[in-house]
């Protein structure tokens, strides 16, 4: 498989789908993507299956509010100096770079650092979608230590941090990013190969890029609606994905506060006249459809034009939008009790425990009255 | 000079007094002295003109609250780690430590490394006094960089920063500080001894025992504010010092918000009604008696106890305090047009430009009717 300018538009939508509403605006991450391809040549791609037991990799990503990110762009080098400047503290040469998430900006800047820096690129990614915390991942849960980390903005201010824990780490940063104008690039995770094998979620890139192809090129006479749930359930067989709710947007909330893009929206179905209530922070957090819960994190929540099927992200959320909400399960990896404890509705103020998609559904089922289910 | 166990109190008090209410608690900073020389020894203490062009030094210092630090220690080993991580960033071995203020804790902590590391300790500091935020010392006026600067807590997390102004580096640290709870230490202002020699405030160590001296062993039958007065016109030839009023604090507000303790109190004088307001950011930063302006930053404003002569911290100030409150003109290099701009009233949110407490009075004096300076 590689990753080249033909790539990059799939890449970039399915990203942003796959980011849930956050993991940064996928437009100015394919430009980034382009322009370094243009200027050094594709990224070698590497399956998880080729990444070597004694390789050196780090995860790289954007890192703040994505309201931020579209008005604050990255400088030139900016990338490259943050790794070598990462690379001269730790006293080792990276020889690959890895997604810390797959998200609009966040799959497309490890790419272009790739390609700048003569890299692989490993098709995997710490979350399987875009998370707002920094130890949301899957290195977390596993004790793989976020630091020494290295946070930079576009004037070169840099800090490298060592913390005891990654939660510390996340306050730190999150602290730092504010200050700096809630836009900076973090390159964490320092990690052998190995360790990458054992947790990464596999094959996330190649998924993005399957899931932006069925976007933008359906097949002949399909709608693109129908394309994207065929090339899910192909692509994730054991993992239930669904349409959630079909409606417009009535009401947007949103709100650059603590370091996110906060906020809640308001879909009405056309017609039945039942409402669906989103909530998100940098990502979509919660679907609760007439007070119901029907979807929740780490569950993916992907909000679409109804008619393309192009992924919304929460910053560009606007009233009068004629959306689907689509559920995707998690990948296992975010599900463990481990997991949970990171990633779970408890980690986002919520007070009640994940149910997937698929059991949220089947209770509703269960307790709906029979004259109703036989409709 | 050196600095022993038998110097560390009347250092601590002269501290405390020089540091202006702030500089951080004179107490935890002598014990931290106290174990650091009866463990390893007296550190050698240079004059400016011992201190060789190659030499390499930095400031280390307390950051954070003052009201934070009497709860919040420093772990064993803390200081010296920090410094060893400064060290393997810069990739050259200090030779030297100056501190980055004189004031309570904030000048006995480097002697504690000092000794610990078996390096010398500089009769000189960046400020003369103590002031709340990082660039406010004439490193920075100079140009001196504050990064690469190190930011440790008592955990060990710690924070690598590098930036392009003093100023970033200060609303970095400040972030880094509150969400480590704010108390944390720096090592920062890495120079050659060429730079301390040409910028640095002279003879501090030796000028803050000198004045705890006066207050604690004054001479028979002298009183201790008398003491001091006789001290600081000694010490301070060429700078106005004077006691600019007398009373009991009647009122204190005082808040830890935004990474500072801030707050104002009033004194009432003993009999003629008058009362003064003092307004504080970690550090002493204006006198107003009856609503007329008798000193401000950065001329050093002193509270110390009527009867003892014995300094009052901002953290110390309690209704009931029977107080003098004594100005002495800032070190001229505090005064230049360059360094007002870094220390100047305006500086902290006032709208009037610095006027030295001779200055006020003799506006003052000019102003008052004839009768009255006739009484």
């Known amino acids: 498989m590689s990753i080249g300018i033909d790539e990059l538009e799939d890449l970039a939508v399915g990203a942003a789908f796959l980011g849930t509403g956050g993991g940064g605006d996928p437009y100015i991450g394919r430009l980034i993507a382009t322009k370094a391809i243009q200027d050094c040549g594709e990224p070698t791609v590497l399956d998880l299956d080729q990444v070597k037991d004694d390789d050196f990799v780090v995860t790289v990503a954007g890192?703040?509010?994505?309201?931020?990110?579209?008005?604050?762009?990255?400088?030139?080098?900016?990338?490259?100096?943050?790794l070598a400047?990462?690379?001269?503290?730790?006293?080792?040469?990276?020889t690959a770079i890895i997604p810390a998430e797959i998200g609009g900006s966040n799959s497309l800047v490890p790419i272009a650092l790739a390609s700048r820096c003569k890299l692989p690129v490993i098709n995997a990614d710490g979350m399987g979608r875009a998370f707002p915390e920094l130890p949301m991942n899957v290195f977390s849960f596993n004790g793989i230590s976020a630091s020494p980390m290295i946070v930079t903005d576009e004037h070169c201010n840099t800090a490298i941090v060592e913390t005891a824990s990654d939660r510390t780490a996340e306050k730190i940063t999150r602290a730092i990013a504010i200050e700096l104008g809630l836009r900076v690039f973090i390159g964490c995770y320092p990690m052998t190969g190995r360790m990458v094998r054992e947790?990464?979620?596999?094959?996330?890139?190649?998924?993005?890029?399957?899931?932006?192809?069925?976007?933008?090129?359906r097949p002949p006479g399909s709608c693109a609606i129908e394309s994207l749930m065929h090339c899910l359930s192909t692509i994730y067989p054991d993992r239930e994905s669904r349409v959630l709710f079909t409606g417009k947007i009535v009401d947007?909330?949103?709100d650059t506060a603590d370091g996110f893009s906060k906020g809640s929206f308001r879909i009405e179905a056309f017609g039945s006249g039942q409402s669906a209530e989103l909530i998100f922070q940098n990502e979509f957090l919660r679907v609760c459809v007439e007070d119901k819960l029907v979807a929740v994190v780490p569950d993916l929540i992907c909000v679409v034009d109804e008619e393309t099927a192009s992924p919304i992200t929460t910053g560009a959320l606007r009233y009068g939008q004629r959306v689907k909400v689509i559920g995707i399960e998690a990948p296992p990896q975010l599900c463990s009790e481990q997991a949970l404890t990171y990633v779970g509705p408890e980690c986002f103020g919520m007070d009640f425990p994940y149910k997937?998609?698929?059991?949220?559904?089947?209770?509703?089922?269960?307790?709906?009255?029979k004259s109703a289910t036989a409709v």
């Not at 890192?63 to 943050?82: D, F, M, N, R, S």
């Not at 400047?85 to 006293?91: D, I, P, S, V």
């Not at 997937?356 to 009255?369: F, H």
């Open 63 to 82: 890192y703040g509010a994505p309201t931020v990110q579209i008005e604050k762009l990255i400088g030139e080098g900016e990338l490259e100096k943050a």
């Open 85 to 94: 400047k990462l690379e001269q503290h730790l006293k080792k040469k990276v």
């Open 199 to 217: 947790c990464a979620i596999e094959g996330t890139l190649s998924q993005a890029i399957a899931i932006g192809r069925s976007i933008r090129q």
């Open 252 to 254: 947007v909330q949103r």
């Open 356 to 369: 997937s998609i698929a059991t949220l559904e089947a209770e509703a089922a269960d307790k709906a009255p």
